[in-house]
Protein backbone atom coordinates (compact mmCIF):
# COMPACT_ATOMS: atom_id res chain seq x y z
CA UNK A 1 0.00 0.00 0.00
CA UNK A 2 1.42 3.64 -0.89
CA UNK A 3 2.61 5.32 1.94
CA UNK A 4 0.46 7.89 3.51
CA UNK A 5 1.60 11.95 3.31
CA UNK A 6 -0.97 13.07 5.87
CA UNK A 7 -3.01 10.24 7.33
CA UNK A 8 -3.78 11.69 10.59
CA UNK A 9 -7.34 14.15 11.66
CA UNK A 10 -5.60 16.34 13.30
CA UNK A 11 -9.00 18.31 14.60
CA UNK A 12 -10.46 18.66 17.37
CA UNK A 13 -13.94 17.86 17.26
CA UNK A 14 -14.50 15.07 18.94
CA UNK A 15 -17.77 15.55 20.39
CA UNK A 16 -20.37 17.31 18.73
CA UNK A 17 -22.32 20.54 21.12
CA UNK A 18 -25.66 19.32 19.53
CA UNK A 19 -26.17 16.27 17.69
CA UNK A 20 -26.20 16.36 14.26
CA UNK A 21 -28.82 15.31 11.88
CA UNK A 22 -27.87 13.53 9.35
CA UNK A 23 -30.48 12.63 6.30
CA UNK A 24 -30.36 10.92 3.29
CA UNK A 25 -30.72 12.52 -0.77
CA UNK A 26 -30.89 10.51 -3.55
CA UNK A 27 -30.85 13.72 -5.68
CA UNK A 28 -30.23 16.88 -5.69
CA UNK A 29 -34.13 17.90 -5.20
CA UNK A 30 -34.12 15.86 -1.95
CA UNK A 31 -30.99 17.61 -0.65
CA UNK A 32 -32.49 20.84 -0.97
CA UNK A 33 -35.72 19.70 0.84
CA UNK A 34 -33.56 18.18 3.42
CA UNK A 35 -31.41 21.23 4.59
CA UNK A 36 -34.86 23.04 4.06
CA UNK A 37 -36.75 20.79 6.62
CA UNK A 38 -33.51 20.83 8.85
CA UNK A 39 -31.00 18.66 8.46
CA UNK A 40 -27.53 19.23 9.51
CA UNK A 41 -25.78 17.10 6.77
CA UNK A 42 -27.11 15.16 3.97
CA UNK A 43 -25.25 11.71 2.75
CA UNK A 44 -25.40 11.46 -0.85
CA UNK A 45 -23.92 8.99 -3.85
CA UNK A 46 -22.03 9.55 -6.20
CA UNK A 47 -22.15 7.88 -9.78
CA UNK A 48 -19.57 5.04 -8.26
CA UNK A 49 -18.34 3.23 -5.29
CA UNK A 50 -21.54 3.87 -3.51
CA UNK A 51 -23.82 1.30 -2.53
CA UNK A 52 -27.43 2.78 -3.97
CA UNK A 53 -26.45 2.26 -7.96
CA UNK A 54 -30.36 2.43 -8.22
CA UNK A 55 -30.27 5.78 -6.74
CA UNK A 56 -30.00 9.07 -9.18
CA UNK A 57 -26.97 9.80 -7.49
CA UNK A 58 -24.84 12.56 -8.69
CA UNK A 59 -22.48 14.24 -11.61
CA UNK A 60 -19.49 15.99 -9.63
CA UNK A 61 -21.63 19.49 -11.26
CA UNK A 62 -24.49 18.46 -8.62
CA UNK A 63 -22.74 18.07 -6.04
CA UNK A 64 -20.86 21.39 -6.31
CA UNK A 65 -24.58 22.90 -6.30
CA UNK A 66 -26.15 21.01 -3.88
CA UNK A 67 -22.62 21.72 -1.30
CA UNK A 68 -23.13 25.20 -2.46
CA UNK A 69 -27.04 24.90 -1.32
CA UNK A 70 -26.38 23.62 1.76
CA UNK A 71 -23.70 25.79 3.02
CA UNK A 72 -26.28 29.02 2.88
CA UNK A 73 -27.78 26.71 5.82
CA UNK A 74 -24.62 26.00 7.42
CA UNK A 75 -25.25 22.58 6.24
CA UNK A 76 -22.41 19.99 5.18
CA UNK A 77 -22.19 17.34 2.00
CA UNK A 78 -21.13 13.38 2.57
CA UNK A 79 -20.79 11.01 0.13
CA UNK A 80 -20.54 7.41 0.18
CA UNK A 81 -17.98 5.41 -0.97
CA UNK A 82 -18.58 2.48 1.22
CA UNK A 83 -18.21 -0.44 -1.28
CA UNK A 84 -15.84 -3.15 -1.12
CA UNK A 85 -14.51 -2.69 -3.88
CA UNK A 86 -13.06 -5.42 -6.70
CA UNK A 87 -9.54 -5.19 -8.93
CA UNK A 88 -11.41 -3.81 -11.57
CA UNK A 89 -12.90 -1.11 -9.41
CA UNK A 90 -10.11 0.43 -8.03
CA UNK A 91 -8.97 2.29 -11.61
CA UNK A 92 -9.96 5.87 -11.43
CA UNK A 93 -10.61 6.21 -7.85
CA UNK A 94 -7.93 8.61 -7.28
CA UNK A 95 -9.32 11.38 -9.80
CA UNK A 96 -13.01 10.27 -8.25
CA UNK A 97 -11.93 11.44 -4.90
CA UNK A 98 -9.64 14.27 -5.79
CA UNK A 99 -12.90 15.59 -7.63
CA UNK A 100 -15.26 15.15 -4.46
CA UNK A 101 -12.60 17.57 -2.77
CA UNK A 102 -12.70 19.91 -5.43
CA UNK A 103 -16.63 20.04 -5.45
CA UNK A 104 -16.38 21.01 -1.81
CA UNK A 105 -17.82 17.99 -0.10
CA UNK A 106 -17.20 17.60 3.59
CA UNK A 107 -16.41 13.66 3.92
CA UNK A 108 -16.61 10.68 2.27
CA UNK A 109 -18.17 7.28 3.83
CA UNK A 110 -16.27 4.79 3.75
CA UNK A 111 -15.52 1.07 4.39
CA UNK A 112 -12.46 -0.40 2.64
CA UNK A 113 -9.31 0.32 3.44
CA UNK A 114 -7.54 1.26 0.42
CA UNK A 115 -10.53 3.52 -0.19
CA UNK A 116 -9.44 5.06 3.13
CA UNK A 117 -5.91 5.02 2.89
CA UNK A 118 -5.95 6.55 -0.95
CA UNK A 119 -8.86 9.22 0.15
CA UNK A 120 -6.09 10.44 3.00
CA UNK A 121 -3.59 10.75 0.51
CA UNK A 122 -4.66 12.45 -2.48
CA UNK A 123 -7.56 14.11 -0.96
CA UNK A 124 -6.81 15.38 2.81
CA UNK A 125 -9.22 18.00 3.33
CA UNK A 126 -11.86 15.03 3.08
CA UNK A 127 -13.00 13.75 6.19
CA UNK A 128 -12.88 9.51 6.41
CA UNK A 129 -15.86 8.44 8.18
CA UNK A 130 -15.87 4.69 8.61
CA UNK A 131 -19.17 3.12 7.52
CA UNK A 132 -21.30 0.85 8.63
CA UNK A 133 -20.69 -1.73 6.61
CA UNK A 134 -17.57 -2.38 8.62
CA UNK A 135 -19.56 -3.33 11.54
CA UNK A 136 -17.52 -1.51 13.93
CA UNK A 137 -19.51 -2.56 17.79
CA UNK A 138 -16.90 -2.70 20.32
CA UNK A 139 -14.33 -0.09 21.41
CA UNK A 140 -10.97 -1.51 20.92
CA UNK A 141 -11.91 -1.26 17.19
CA UNK A 142 -13.48 1.98 16.79
CA UNK A 143 -9.91 3.39 18.86
CA UNK A 144 -7.94 1.57 16.35
CA UNK A 145 -9.77 3.61 13.41
CA UNK A 146 -9.14 6.56 15.59
CA UNK A 147 -5.53 6.04 15.56
CA UNK A 148 -5.50 5.67 12.16
CA UNK A 149 -6.79 9.56 11.57
CA UNK A 150 -10.45 8.67 10.93
CA UNK A 151 -12.79 11.58 12.69
CA UNK A 152 -15.85 9.67 13.15
CA UNK A 153 -17.26 5.89 13.17
CA UNK A 154 -20.86 4.54 11.97
CA UNK A 155 -21.42 2.24 14.50
CA UNK A 156 -22.72 -1.09 12.97
CA UNK A 157 -26.72 -1.15 13.33
CA UNK A 158 -26.25 -4.35 16.06
CA UNK A 159 -24.73 -1.93 18.76
CA UNK A 160 -27.19 -1.35 21.58
CA UNK A 161 -27.22 1.72 23.52
CA UNK A 162 -25.34 0.30 26.62
CA UNK A 163 -22.54 -0.37 24.11
CA UNK A 164 -22.26 3.03 22.88
CA UNK A 165 -22.09 4.65 26.09
CA UNK A 166 -19.29 2.24 26.82
CA UNK A 167 -17.51 2.96 23.51
CA UNK A 168 -17.99 6.73 24.29
CA UNK A 169 -16.42 5.95 28.03
CA UNK A 170 -13.35 4.89 26.02
CA UNK A 171 -12.68 6.81 22.83
CA UNK A 172 -13.09 10.59 22.50
CA UNK A 173 -14.44 10.30 18.96
CA UNK A 174 -17.26 11.15 16.97
CA UNK A 175 -19.88 8.05 16.84
CA UNK A 176 -22.82 8.00 14.30
CA UNK A 177 -25.46 5.60 14.42
CA UNK A 178 -28.76 4.90 12.56
CA UNK A 179 -32.10 6.62 14.25
CA UNK A 180 -34.67 5.55 11.71
CA UNK A 181 -35.39 4.39 8.53
CA UNK A 182 -35.57 0.48 6.81
CA UNK A 183 -33.93 -2.18 8.43
CA UNK A 184 -31.77 -5.56 6.77
CA UNK A 185 -32.68 -8.73 7.58
CA UNK A 186 -29.21 -9.90 7.61
CA UNK A 187 -26.16 -9.46 9.90
CA UNK A 188 -24.92 -5.77 8.73
CA UNK A 189 -25.81 -5.90 5.72
CA UNK A 190 -23.98 -8.54 4.24
CA UNK A 191 -26.63 -10.32 2.57
CA UNK A 192 -26.31 -12.75 -0.42
CA UNK A 193 -29.93 -13.19 -1.21
CA UNK A 194 -29.94 -10.78 -4.05
CA UNK A 195 -26.70 -11.67 -5.67
CA UNK A 196 -28.14 -15.81 -5.42
CA UNK A 197 -31.68 -14.67 -6.98
CA UNK A 198 -30.61 -12.26 -9.16
CA UNK A 199 -27.30 -11.99 -9.19
CA UNK A 200 -26.89 -8.39 -8.06
CA UNK A 201 -24.52 -7.67 -5.59
CA UNK A 202 -25.86 -6.47 -2.10
CA UNK A 203 -22.69 -5.18 -1.33
CA UNK A 204 -21.69 -3.13 -4.67
CA UNK A 205 -24.64 -1.42 -4.69
CA UNK A 206 -27.34 -3.69 -6.48
CA UNK A 207 -29.51 -5.22 -3.78
CA UNK A 208 -32.93 -6.28 -5.14
CA UNK A 209 -34.46 -6.64 -1.59
CA UNK A 210 -34.90 -10.18 -1.74
CA UNK A 211 -36.23 -10.29 1.96
CA UNK A 212 -38.88 -8.19 0.91
CA UNK A 213 -40.34 -10.86 -1.83
CA UNK A 214 -43.55 -12.63 -0.97
CA UNK A 215 -42.78 -16.18 -0.45
CA UNK A 216 -44.13 -19.66 -0.96
CA UNK A 217 -43.52 -22.70 1.05
CA UNK A 218 -43.29 -26.14 -1.37
CA UNK A 219 -43.36 -29.34 -0.36
CA UNK A 220 -42.51 -31.96 -3.42
CA UNK A 221 -43.95 -30.17 -6.33
CA UNK A 222 -47.30 -28.79 -4.05
CA UNK A 223 -47.34 -25.67 -2.36
CA UNK A 224 -48.50 -25.76 0.76
CA UNK A 225 -50.44 -22.23 1.01
CA UNK A 226 -53.90 -22.60 -0.71
CA UNK A 227 -53.76 -20.60 -3.29
CA UNK A 228 -56.05 -17.56 -2.36
CA UNK A 229 -54.05 -17.17 1.38
CA UNK A 230 -51.28 -14.46 1.25
CA UNK A 231 -47.73 -15.27 0.63
CA UNK A 232 -45.46 -13.75 3.37
CA UNK A 233 -41.83 -12.09 3.49
CA UNK A 234 -39.14 -11.93 6.00
CA UNK A 235 -38.47 -8.31 6.08
CA UNK A 236 -37.57 -6.66 9.11
CA UNK A 237 -39.15 -3.97 10.92
CA UNK A 238 -38.71 -0.69 10.33
CA UNK A 239 -36.12 1.78 13.15
CA UNK A 240 -37.39 4.52 14.48
CA UNK A 241 -36.50 6.12 17.93
CA UNK A 242 -38.09 9.41 18.06
CA UNK A 243 -39.53 8.51 21.46
CA UNK A 244 -36.05 7.86 22.73
CA UNK A 245 -34.14 11.11 21.54
CA UNK A 246 -32.53 11.87 25.64
CA UNK A 247 -31.25 7.97 25.48
CA UNK A 248 -29.06 8.67 22.17
CA UNK A 249 -28.00 12.10 23.56
CA UNK A 250 -26.87 10.96 26.58
CA UNK A 251 -25.04 7.78 25.42
CA UNK A 252 -23.27 9.64 23.77
CA UNK A 253 -24.57 9.69 19.79
CA UNK A 254 -23.20 12.50 18.03
CA UNK A 255 -24.95 11.84 14.67
CA UNK A 256 -28.52 10.79 14.21
CA UNK A 257 -28.92 9.37 10.56
CA UNK A 258 -31.63 8.46 8.70
CA UNK A 259 -31.84 5.91 6.21
CA UNK A 260 -33.50 5.92 2.96
CA UNK A 261 -31.49 7.37 0.02
CA UNK A 262 -34.49 5.72 -2.51
CA UNK A 263 -36.69 7.19 -0.67
CA UNK A 264 -39.70 10.04 -1.62
CA UNK A 265 -39.17 13.79 -1.13
CA UNK A 266 -42.12 14.08 1.10
CA UNK A 267 -40.44 11.17 3.80
CA UNK A 268 -37.54 12.92 3.86
CA UNK A 269 -38.95 16.24 4.74
CA UNK A 270 -41.62 14.51 6.67
CA UNK A 271 -39.17 12.65 8.58
CA UNK A 272 -36.33 15.50 9.20
CA UNK A 273 -38.86 17.50 10.16
CA UNK A 274 -39.81 15.53 13.02
CA UNK A 275 -36.61 14.59 14.11
CA UNK A 276 -35.16 18.02 13.80
CA UNK A 277 -38.18 19.78 16.62
CA UNK A 278 -37.59 16.81 18.69
CA UNK A 279 -33.89 17.53 18.53
CA UNK A 280 -34.31 21.31 19.33
CA UNK A 281 -36.93 20.94 22.01
CA UNK A 282 -34.34 18.31 24.16
CA UNK A 283 -31.67 20.55 23.76
CA UNK A 284 -33.78 23.80 24.67
CA UNK A 285 -34.85 22.47 27.60
CA UNK A 286 -33.43 18.65 28.55
CA UNK A 287 -34.89 18.79 32.33
CA UNK A 288 -38.84 19.36 31.00
CA UNK A 289 -38.32 18.05 27.57
CA UNK A 290 -41.93 16.39 26.56
CA UNK A 291 -42.26 14.04 23.31
CA UNK A 292 -45.50 16.01 21.63
CA UNK A 293 -47.76 13.58 19.91
CA UNK A 294 -47.76 15.52 16.56
CA UNK A 295 -43.85 14.42 15.88
CA UNK A 296 -44.80 10.81 16.35
CA UNK A 297 -47.80 11.73 13.72
CA UNK A 298 -45.89 12.81 11.29
CA UNK A 299 -43.68 10.32 11.37
CA UNK A 300 -46.65 7.88 10.34
CA UNK A 301 -47.52 10.30 7.76
CA UNK A 302 -44.51 9.14 5.90
CA UNK A 303 -44.02 5.53 7.56
CA UNK A 304 -44.44 2.67 5.36
CA UNK A 305 -43.90 -0.29 7.25
CA UNK A 306 -44.20 -1.15 11.56
CA UNK A 307 -41.76 0.40 14.03
CA UNK A 308 -39.62 -0.52 16.36
CA UNK A 309 -36.59 0.60 18.36
CA UNK A 310 -34.05 -2.20 16.50
CA UNK A 311 -30.61 -3.11 18.70
CA UNK A 312 -30.64 0.06 20.91
CA UNK A 313 -32.70 -1.75 24.20
CA UNK A 314 -32.58 -5.49 23.21
CA UNK A 315 -32.21 -7.96 20.07
CA UNK A 316 -34.99 -7.86 17.97
CA UNK A 317 -36.99 -11.18 17.77
CA UNK A 318 -39.59 -12.65 15.46
CA UNK A 319 -41.95 -10.11 16.69
CA UNK A 320 -39.41 -7.47 15.38
CA UNK A 321 -39.50 -9.14 11.60
CA UNK A 322 -42.57 -8.74 9.24
CA UNK A 323 -43.87 -12.39 8.06
CA UNK A 324 -47.49 -11.41 7.15
CA UNK A 325 -48.10 -9.10 4.17
CA UNK A 326 -46.87 -5.72 5.29
CA UNK A 327 -49.16 -2.61 6.75
CA UNK A 328 -49.11 -0.70 4.02
CA UNK A 329 -49.45 2.18 3.34
CA UNK A 330 -48.64 5.33 4.84
CA UNK A 331 -52.09 7.49 5.49
CA UNK A 332 -51.05 10.48 3.16
CA UNK A 333 -49.93 10.88 -0.50
CA UNK A 334 -47.59 13.46 -1.17
CA UNK A 335 -49.83 15.91 -3.53
CA UNK A 336 -47.81 19.32 -4.41
CA UNK A 337 -44.70 22.05 -4.00
CA UNK A 338 -45.28 25.31 -3.37
CA UNK A 339 -43.56 27.58 -6.13
CA UNK A 340 -44.70 30.92 -5.14
CA UNK A 341 -47.32 33.10 -3.20
CA UNK A 342 -48.97 36.27 -3.27
CA UNK A 343 -49.97 37.65 -0.04
CA UNK A 344 -52.12 40.51 -1.72
CA UNK A 345 -54.39 37.87 -3.53
CA UNK A 346 -53.79 34.36 -1.05
CA UNK A 347 -53.18 32.72 -4.07
CA UNK A 348 -50.56 30.07 -4.40
CA UNK A 349 -48.41 28.30 -7.10
CA UNK A 350 -48.29 24.38 -6.42
CA UNK A 351 -46.24 21.90 -8.72
CA UNK A 352 -48.30 18.94 -8.83
CA UNK A 353 -46.66 15.82 -7.83
CA UNK A 354 -50.13 13.34 -7.27
CA UNK A 355 -53.87 13.89 -8.44
CA UNK A 356 -55.93 16.32 -7.19
CA UNK A 357 -58.99 18.10 -7.34
CA UNK A 358 -61.44 20.38 -5.84
CA UNK A 359 -63.17 19.32 -3.16
CA UNK A 360 -60.69 17.31 -1.56
CA UNK A 361 -59.23 18.34 2.11
CA UNK A 362 -55.43 18.78 1.90
CA UNK A 363 -52.86 19.20 4.52
CA UNK A 364 -49.93 22.14 4.08
CA UNK A 365 -46.66 21.48 6.04
CA UNK A 366 -43.35 23.14 6.20
CA UNK A 367 -40.28 23.37 7.95
CA UNK A 368 -40.36 23.82 12.27
CA UNK A 369 -44.01 21.86 12.26
CA UNK A 370 -46.04 24.41 10.51
CA UNK A 371 -49.33 23.02 9.14
CA UNK A 372 -52.85 23.53 8.40
CA UNK A 373 -55.76 21.54 6.55
CA UNK A 374 -58.45 22.89 3.97
CA UNK A 375 -60.85 22.11 1.21
CA UNK A 376 -59.16 22.75 -2.33
CA UNK A 377 -61.34 24.71 -4.07
CA UNK A 378 -61.06 26.30 -7.76
CA UNK A 379 -57.93 25.62 -9.20
CA UNK A 380 -56.33 27.09 -12.83
CA UNK A 381 -53.44 26.53 -14.85
CA UNK A 382 -51.19 29.63 -14.92
CA UNK A 383 -53.06 31.00 -17.81
CA UNK A 384 -56.38 31.21 -15.08
CA UNK A 385 -58.00 28.16 -17.16
CA UNK A 386 -60.40 26.59 -14.74
CA UNK A 387 -59.35 22.79 -14.26
CA UNK A 388 -61.32 19.46 -12.86
CA UNK A 389 -58.29 18.13 -11.34
CA UNK A 390 -54.40 18.37 -11.68
CA UNK A 391 -54.17 15.22 -13.16
CA UNK A 392 -50.81 16.07 -15.34
CA UNK A 393 -47.15 15.58 -13.31
CA UNK A 394 -45.05 18.22 -12.78
CA UNK A 395 -48.50 21.07 -13.70
CA UNK A 396 -48.11 24.20 -11.92
CA UNK A 397 -51.52 24.82 -10.27
CA UNK A 398 -52.98 28.02 -9.25
CA UNK A 399 -55.28 27.85 -6.06
CA UNK A 400 -56.15 30.09 -3.06
CA UNK A 401 -54.65 29.00 0.82
CA UNK A 402 -56.45 29.55 3.34
CA UNK A 403 -53.02 31.12 5.05
CA UNK A 404 -49.84 31.87 3.57
CA UNK A 405 -47.78 29.62 2.66
CA UNK A 406 -43.77 29.50 2.01
CA UNK A 407 -42.08 28.36 -1.37
CA UNK A 408 -40.82 24.57 -0.65
CA UNK A 409 -43.81 24.24 1.86
CA UNK A 410 -45.57 21.19 0.75
CA UNK A 411 -49.08 19.81 0.35
CA UNK A 412 -50.16 16.65 0.97
CA UNK A 413 -53.63 14.49 0.37
CA UNK A 414 -55.21 11.92 2.86
CA UNK A 415 -55.70 8.42 1.30
CA UNK A 416 -58.76 6.34 1.50
CA UNK A 417 -58.68 2.81 1.51
Known amino acids: MT ?50 SNADNFSFEEMKEGVEFASRYGAKVFVATNIYAHN ?26 VIIETAQRVAPKLEVHLSTQQS ?17 VVLAREASLEEIAEIKSHVDIEIEAFIHGAMCSSFSGRCVLSNHFTDRDSNRGGCSQSCRWKYDIFEEDAAMFAPESDKFTMGSKDLCML ?16 EGRMKSLHYVATVVNA ?13 HYELKREWLEEIQK ?20 IYEPEEKQAPYDFAGVVLSYDSSTGLAVI ?35 ELDAARH ?9 EQPVNPMDMMRKRVRH
Open 3 to 52: TKTSPRFTGKRHRLAKPELLAPAGNLEKLKFAVHYGADAVYIGGQKYGLR
Open 351 to 385: QQRNHFKPGQEVEFFGPNGTFFNQIVGQITDESGT
Open 275 to 287: YRQAIDSYMADPE
Open 136 to 152: TLNWQAVQFWKEEGLPR
Open 302 to 321: AANRPLNTGFFYDTPGAEDH
Open 88 to 113: EDIAGLEDYLRGLQDAGISAIIAADP
Open 393 to 401: PLQSIVMRT
Open 243 to 258: ENIPDLIEAGVDSFKI
